[in-house]
């Protein structure tokens, strides 16, 4: 087996090349291993792999050709040392929270999180004895606030679902830096090429590769990134004997989803610019939230932070919940779907579907307001994504 290995290549190299592991029949495409587990040519063989002296792949569950394919090529994007990757977003989210926290430690978490991150930090971690603090995270003062003795760890989603806010990464590292605590930064919004969180001073990235990763909605998966010392010390034995592991199919298709990542997150940005600004004017539009644009309320941050805007637009229809819903049944190319960072379209309604389950003061505490729509620009024509909106608007209003 060759394994291609690091050449300083720039992101698109990387992301066609990185991390393959080739076999003897020298072949194009990634190979999938579908396999649970790995024969040994003697006993020898097999203890000298337990122990560690010899390598080689021993269970799936704790490693696999195809999805260590996977991790590399992410762990050459990223810039980070090593990698786990997950089943799921969550099974990522899950495990770096999990694996380093116990009974009695304290974490501090931004409020505007993906709806199961937040159920995670507020309502699973409490039943094992873990505190948890919620702030507003684009306030920095109040992270400094929430900071305790018994603080180990810092959570955070940068640009914010649904409602694109932005936080001040290297600020919040500072802090988790003073106090000796961790921080884990959820980049999914940002991908990988819009936003480097390890470079600001994050120290743990997570994401569900489910969403611009795979980018055309087929698998679940994803991948728990950071620096050598913290995998093997905290995540190593966590995930081998709780088994969030990626299935090689599923590897296998994230890594063909990689190749063509930055030309599809680079054309969903543009098209979702055009998109942003055409709302911006329209007389049916109260708001419009879209990182990149000079009114956005973090734009400061967002120059220092980010190389690029974003795939995701957040927008209030004017009259409510009914001119939302009518909006959104109105739409023919753009469907309907709580999914996000998809090739096809995708609009949903947060308060009645991914944050239903926050109180009314809590969703409007977090921007989201009846009104409030979250549309996922995919890879259609940006003129027919705009015909199709200003259609669905005609019918609403
Ligand atoms: C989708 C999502 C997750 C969860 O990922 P799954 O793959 O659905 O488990 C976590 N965080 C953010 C920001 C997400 O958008």
Redesign the pocket.
Known sequence: MTTETKRNWKPATALVHGGTLRSAFGETSEAMYLTQGFVYDSAEAAEARFKGEAPGFIYSRYANPTVDMFEKRMCELEGAEDARATA??????SAALLCSAKAGDHVVAARA??G??RWVVETLMPKYGIETTLVDGTDIEAWKQAVRPNTRLFFL?SP??PTLEVIDIAAVAAIANECGAKLVV?N??ATPLQQKPLELGAHIV??????HIDGQGRC???IVLSDKKWIDEKLHDFFRHTGPSLSPFNAWTLLKGLETLPLRVRQQTETAARVAGHLACHSSIARVIYPGRNDHPQADIIARQMKGGSTLICFEVKGGKPAAFSFENALDIIRISN???DAKSLVTHPATTTHKNLSEEARLELGINPGTVRLSVGLEDADDLIDDIDRALARAA
Request: net charge negative; glycine share 14%.
């Open positions: 799921s977003g969550m099974a990522a989210v999180l993906f199961s991150c989603e914010t679902n959820d999914v919004f997570v994401y569900s590769a489910t969403k679940l998966g994803g999914n996000l960072g």
